[in-house]
């Protein structure tokens, strides 16, 4: 495990955590997963303007799988997705300005923990983000196919040696991201002490942003809180409602400006009070009538602005002019 330091980063770091990295071995260009020990003061501060894009759900193997309507087993060929995530990961490294990083909220492969081609599905995807510019962090988040639906203390190690920590938190441009662990929330019935864990590490991390000691605090998961309302009914696509408002309350209060998730393969969001929830379509395989894409975020001093780009709109025409000029204000 590499030292950040050693990847000369001089305007990323986090206060905890790990993220996956093409800094080190350029003649391999395999990617390492890095431990954040160090905080540079001015990712602190806030300096301007900044954009990041956000993913979710490559889950490579779901198209086949959807497609035969075996979802348990069917998941044994992942080409699509390989072109899929290629061409986001070619899109995503053509930006100028660079993206300050990119986020994928979770359903990195679709194979359950335990299941067959899971070892095969991690290695192909592992070998296409690999060629993501080095200059643009990954940040990865877990999803309920990462840990299964009900996690254990063996998958969530498992998730940790392959991909980095289920949750963590880093600062950059004087915004304080944190990167949780959703499946805590849908069944922790075979960790509850990791659960606690996480409660009680965010409950001090949003004491920060509680007393406004950051520009804005934002959230990425893999579940969504709600779809479009915080009183719609359970799903299996959000959290249960006593959960929901619990969660959302505690954000709220803490003053977190937004929550981006995946999971639905589709589109979706609302608002609850100040708080923002964005539900972001796959990367892989489409559940509706959206297209593979990524979601473009600009961050400003006043607020935060989002919009969804299909793959194909973002390879061949880049990010708008309007949401460009966001970054140019003071």
């Known amino acids: 495990m590499l030292p950040a330091a050693s990847l000369e980063r001089p305007t990323w770091q986090g206060t905890e955590g790990s993220f996956w990295s093409t800094a080190s071995k350029e003649s391999s260009r395999q990617p390492h997963k890095c431990t954040w020990k ?30 035969t309507g075996n979802c348990d087993s069917g998941g044994d060929e992942w080409g699509q997705e390989i072109r899929l995530t290629e061409q986001a990961v070619q899109a995503v490294n053509k930006l100028k300005p660079r993206p300050r990083f990119f986020v994928l909220c979770g359903d990195l492969i679709h194979a359950m923990p335990g299941t067959p081609w899971r070892k095969e599905q991690t290695a192909d995807l592992q070998r296409v983000l690999a ?25 969530v190690a498992e998730f940790q040696r392959t991909w980095g920590d289920d949750y963590f938190s880093f600062w950059v441009g004087g915004v304080l991201c944190l990167v949780l662990n959703s499946q805590f929330w849908y069944d922790a019935s075979r960790c509850p002490a990791l659960k606690q864990a996480q409660d009680q590490w965010l409950d001090q991390q949003l004491s920060v942003a509680g007393q406004r000691e950051c520009q804005h605090a934002i959230v990425f998961q893999h579940i969504p809180l709600f779809l479009q309302s915080i009183d719609e009914d359970d799903d299996y696509f959000n959290l249960t409602k006593s959960v ?3 969660v959302a309350d505690k954000l709220v209060r803490a003053g977190v400006t937004a929550v981006f998730s995946g999971h639905y393969h589709r589109n979706a969001g609302g608002t609850y009070q100040n708080l923002d929830m964005v539900v972001s379509s796959a990367i892989g395989c489409q559940l509706g009538q959206d297209t593979h894409g990524l979601r473009v ?10 919009r ?5 709109e ?10 460009m000029g966001l970054m140019k204000e003071k």
């Not at 975020?297 to 989002?306: L, M, S």
């Not at 969804?308 to 194909?312: N, P």
């Not at 061949?316 to 949401?323: S, V």
Request: no cysteine; glycine share 8%.
């Open 314 to 323: 973002l390879s061949e025409k880049g990010i708008e002019d309007d949401l």
């Open 308 to 312: 969804y780009y299909s793959l194909d």
């Open 131 to 155: 060629r993501v510019d080095s200059d643009i962090p990954l940040v990865l988040v877990s999803g309920n196919h990462d840990l299964g639906n009900a996690p254990t203390p063996e998958t």
């Open 38 to 67: 160090q905080i540079l003061p001015r990712e602190r501060e806030w300096k301007g303007p900044f954009y990041f894009i956000q993913g979710a759900d490559p889950q490579f193997g779901l198209m086949k799988a959807w497609s």
């Open 244 to 246: 929901r408002r619990e």
């Open 297 to 306: 975020v600009v961050v400003t001093a006043e607020k935060i602005v989002h």
